[in-house]
């Protein structure tokens, strides 16, 4: 989840987190691997990775596998080793042997296949039963899963303000029930790789909810940003406060909170998504919070008493302390007449206070409930706290004389205004001061984290004064370097084969129009964690999907994701087409798996695929008329009406913007608006709820732009893929005859397919036919036995629509 968790005001992690837990440290002198080097773990097949671990300082440690490559290292003065083996092209399974001294490890079920890095926000964490918009046909896949050779490592959730040794996580193989809690977007890109490239696939996936690009980014590079530094120097002094702050919080029992306030707005406003079904069962797991002091009508001795400020809240009662959690208000009125006289009892929220979580239970005389906002006990459903509700008092909950009216609040500590009127509708006099009683906060997890992070520390057997606890410090899911410490440099540097990121949903709520950050960071976090990993590993990323409450800011973060387009190796998908607008977690999980797939086997593979939609690369003006190009069009451009709106807008100087009429000439889109009369300015898809209408052949959606993010009429998005492919033709062509076939190789790069001519004359202008290969060779059998023919080949390389030269033109005299 993003942003919403406006009301999740202090967040701490622990000084185990922090500085090398104790959970998370290896322990001195043990031999140990990371938990990443485990039973049923993938290795990047036909290389050399990376193996390491502890053991005794200055010991040697030997690795005896079953494929035949063994190796031996010696420890340092700290008992840490590293050392390299070589893997096999064949599947496996394996097993490896760990050994020093007396002690030895063994692994088993080891699978050579190729290895991805899932990591990013909720949308990549999202799993086959998350939230309540379950992804697609989530239980038909459950049901189907059958994949021994898809295996994912879900790395545990962990907060570092330094880099951790190791992490938790198991490998898990992607068979029935076992993927219920798989990234989604990560297991679809697993099933397309394996079905397509017949190997075993290993997902490693390290992903958070909510979280920011700053905190998957080292503080190796946020060292050299000045405008970092000082939150960087600050980091350094919060371990002695955030260790003082876990031991106060550890003393008490807690409670995860059910949900975060948007999710129970969302499912007041669009039921129809299902919210509620989802997080109404755990609200009612924590109804029990508070009850004791309740029930309790006479000892209220360690209570506070205070009147209310003018905004409605205790702060001044309570230090200064802005309390969110479950608080309990208690006051008196005086009832008569009770079998004539009818009560009613009116809370009118609290305009002024926080936004967030504000929902109340009323009670009279200690355990009858006459309403509440957030269960309703006659039946399943909830209804958001900003408005005034007025409930009559069951008559069999009054007594004659002082009755005790009890308001427990979940969320800030605004009671807002209570009003008790009788059958008269005349105002019963409440005592001007209240007392209170924190029943329970609202803080971070410090382990074992779900959603929202955040659980309910409960007060109930203690009295805590709330200006006296531990302050609060601010180590959470976006702070910098926290999850590159403590999710992805302790898996550096597993072998991998490239990474593919989802990401930026909490950064479009915070950035601004230019996105300046977000432009500096992603591409140092990219360039940074290849050089970690050791090479230049490709790495692709999803384009932020639809959603309605992004500000006007998602259109600015889809272009900055699109200039990203300019670093080596990286590819984009877009999510236009397939996202929701009121749920920032669309349930369509397979396409984006699917269309990560696309890139991975065009670009990674050499599998010659369409693997982009239309991505704008500049129009040319004719009049009113602009005649507007694209990359990627493959075997040409589709327009998908919605609802009759194009969602191409163009201007003239003034930059007023008007929808305009779109001709689709396959190759390129000729576009107009009577309302235009000398067009200057075009965007496409240009609004966070816009829909996809421009696709190409293969269905895949193009990406939104705006030709005032770039006017200099080039090629502002292009790939730096194509950019950097460097189509020259292949080298070395060579053939022999064997048997009843010609073999041919060459020379060239495994990124590209070819395509190999053969032809009866050397200037090839006799019938040519045409073979395809995804490698750097071909056996070509469909050849005459007789008479001799002298046969003329040449290759070329091959990328989407573009390719090299020839190679030079070889002859082969068949058979000899």
């Known amino acids: 989840m993003i942003q919403y968790i406006l009301i999740f005001l202090f967040v701490f992690t622990s000084c185990e987190n922090i500085y090398l837990g104790r959970n998370l440290k290896f322990q001195l002198g043990q031999l140990k691997l990371p938990e990443i080097f485990s039973d049923g773990m993938v290795l990047q097949r036909d290389t050399t990775v990376a193996i390491w671990g502890q ?47 007396i002690k030895s490890i063994d692994i088993k079920d080891i699978l050579m296949g190729e290895v991805w890095l899932a990591s990013g926000q ?117 371990n002695d406060k955030a260790e003082y702050t876990r031991q106060h919080f550890e003393r008490f029992e807690s409670y995860p909170l059910a949900s975060g306030p948007m999710d129970l707005l969302l499912a007041e406003m669009f039921p129809q998504i299902g919210y509620l079904d989802f997080y109404l069962p755990g609200w009612k797991k924590l109804d029990h919070i508070g009850q004791r002091h309740i029930s309790e009508t006479k000892d209220d001795r360690l209570w506070g008493v205070g009147m209310l400020d003018p905004e409605n809240s205790l702060d001044k009662e309570l230090g200064n302390t802005t309390v969110v959690g479950a608080t309990i208000f208690k006051n008196s009125f005086k009832a008569s007449d009770i079998k004539t006289n009818n009560y009613s009892i009116e809370i009118i929220p609290d305009k002024d206070a926080p936004w967030g979580l504000w929902e109340y239970d009323i009670y009279v005389n200690g355990s009858s409930r006459v309403g509440s906002s957030l269960i309703d006990l006659k039946g399943d459903s909830y209804r958001f706290n900003k408005v005034k509700k007025k409930y009559d008092i069951d008559p069999s909950f009054l007594i004659e004389g002082i009755n005790i009216i009890t308001v427990r609040v979940f969320g800030h500590a605004h009671l807002g205004k209570i009003v008790i009127t009788d059958s008269n509708n005349s105002e019963v006099q409440l005592s001007r001061k209240w007392r209170f009683k924190v029943a329970a906060e609202e803080y971070s997890q410090f382990d074992n984290y779900q959603y929202p992070y955040t659980s309910l520390y409960v007060y109930d057997k203690v009295h805590v004064s709330l200006s006296t606890r531990p ?155 602009l005649k507007v190009y694209f990359h990627y069009t493959g075997s040409g451009l589709v327009m998908s009406d919605y609802n009759n709106r194009s969602w191409f807008e163009i201007a ?61 009429g080039s090629a502002p998005f292009m790939s730096s893929f194509e950019n950097d492919l460097n189509l020259t033709a292949p080298t070395d062509l060579q053939c022999i005859a064997q048997g009843n076939s010609i073999l041919l190789s060459w020379t060239g790069s495994s990124s590209f397919s070819y395509k190999i001519e053969r032809s009866l004359s050397e200037d090839f202008s006799e019938p040519i036919d045409e073979f395809y290969s995804n490698s750097n060779h071909y056996t070509d059998t469909d050849l005459q036995s007789f008479p001799h023919l002298t046969y003329f080949y040449r290759v070329t390389a091959l990328y989407s629509d573009m390719h090299s030269d020839p190679t030079d033109v070889i002859s082969i005299i068949y058979p000899k």
Not at 75 to 87: A, F, I, L, R, Y
Not at 580 to 606: M, T, W
Not at 671 to 685: D, E, G, Q, T
């Open 122 to 238: 909720s949308n990549m964490e999202m799993t086959f039963d998350y939230c309540c918009n379950t992804t697609d046909s989530s239980r038909e896949e459950i049901s189907i899963a059958n994949y021994p050779h898809i295996r994912m490592f879900n790395v545990k959730k962990n907060l570092s303000i330094k880099p951790l040794e190791t992490v938790k996580g198991s490998w898990e193989s992607a068979v029935g029930e076992r993927i219920t809690d798989f990234s989604a977007v990560g297991y679809f890109f697993a099933k397309k790789l394996h079905k397509k490239l017949k190997v075993p696939i290993g997902i490693i996936h390290s992903s958070w909810g909510g979280s920011r690009i700053e905190a998957w980014t080292s503080h190796d590079v946020l060292s050299n940003i000045k405008q970092y530094n000082k939150k960087l120097s600050d980091l350094e002094n919060l």
């Open 471 to 625: 302050k609060a410090v601010d180590i959470n899911n976006k702070t910098l370097g926290s999850l590159y410490n403590g999710m992805i440099h302790p898996i550096i540097p597993y072998g991998i084969k490239g990474i593919i990121w989802y990401q930026g949903e909490t950064n479009t709520e915070q950035g601004g129009p230019e996105f300046e950050d977000y432009r500096m960071l992603f591409p140092l976090m990219v360039d940074d964690w290849r050089n970690k990993f050791g090479h230049e590993v490709p790495f692709y990323f999803a384009q932020i999907a639809p959603y309605f409450n992004y500000g006007g800011m998602l259109p600015h973060l889809r272009a900055a994701q699109n200039s990203f387009l300019s670093i080596p190796k990286t590819g984009m998908i877009v999510t236009l087409d397939i996202g929701e607008k009121y749920d920032i977690h669309p349930s369509n999980k397979h396409d984006v798996g699917y269309r990560f797939a696309r890139l991975a086997l065009n670009r990674a593979y050499g599998i010659k695929i369409t693997d982009s939609g239309p991505i704008f690369n500049y129009f040319k003006k004719e009049g009113k008329i």
């Open 55 to 101: 053991s005794k300082p200055n010991k040697l440690v030997t690795i005896t596998s079953s494929w035949g490559y063994n190796v031996s290292t010696t420890s340092d003065e700290n008992g840490k080793w590293q050392t390299v083996v070589k893997t096999k092209k064949d599947p496996g399974p394996y097993s490896l042997k760990v050994k020093s001294g």
């Open 652 to 712: 003239d100087a003034d930059k007023k913007y008007h929808e305009a009429s779109v001709a689709n000439y396959n190759n390129h889109l000729e576009i107009s608006s009577i309302n235009v009369r000398n067009p200057k300015y075009l965007r496409y898809a240009w609004s966070d709820t816009a829909t996809a209408t421009l696709f190409n052949l293969d269905g895949l959606p193009a990406s939104p732009f705006s030709s005032e993010e770039n006017m200099t």
